[in-house]
């Protein structure tokens, strides 16, 4: 084979390569902007639908039973890692007559309850009561839930 002949042939192979390249990278741009246009579609519709953002203020439970929950946790806000915490929960009653325990737990890195805490409750109507309650926490503890719960519904819950 001449030298000229094979310059010829890696020059258009060179040629088709970098063609096939170009071919490729606008194939992947197209891929990226359809991408992110349905991107921009998903999350409009999600902001449009409240997309989870909404807290859920009362359950069914919770409108025919008005009841308040406020929970503070540590020392205005701050807590020793792996100590037992304060968890000051203040409970109010508008409605009927409630006999039920308040339970509080913490989270871990996952979101999973580590242990559950809790104490039974009365709450006569027109009351309202501050319970403590002390759990452990360290630095993988996310968040406290505490929940108001009478046979074996969730009357009230709060998360800190």
Request: aromatic share 6%; charged share 25%; proline share 5%.
């Amino acid at each position: 084979m001449d030298e000229g002949k094979a310059a010829r042939m890696r020059t258009r192979a060179g040629d088709l390569s970098r063609q096939e390249r170009r071919g490729t990278a606008r194939r992947g741009a197209f891929r990226r902007a359809i991408w992110l246009a349905a991107c921009v579609v998903v999350l409009a519709a999600l902001a449009v639908a409240g997309g989870g953002t909404t807290p859920v203020l009362a359950r069914p439970d919770q409108q025919e039973l008005p009841v308040r929950l406020t929970v503070d946790v540590g020392f205005d806000g701050y807590f020793r890692s792996g100590d037992w915490v304060p968890v000051r929960i203040n409970v109010s009653n508008d409605g009927s007559d409630i006999q039920g325990e308040l339970r509080a737990s913490a989270t871990d890195l996952y979101g999973s309850p580590v242990d559950v805490y809790s104490v039974p409750i009365d709450l006569p109507t027109q009351s309202a009561k501050r319970i403590f309650l002390y759990l452990p926490l360290n630095e993988a503890s996310q968040e406290v839930h505490v929940e108001l719960a009478a046979r074996q519904h969730v009357l009230a819950a709060v998360v800190d």
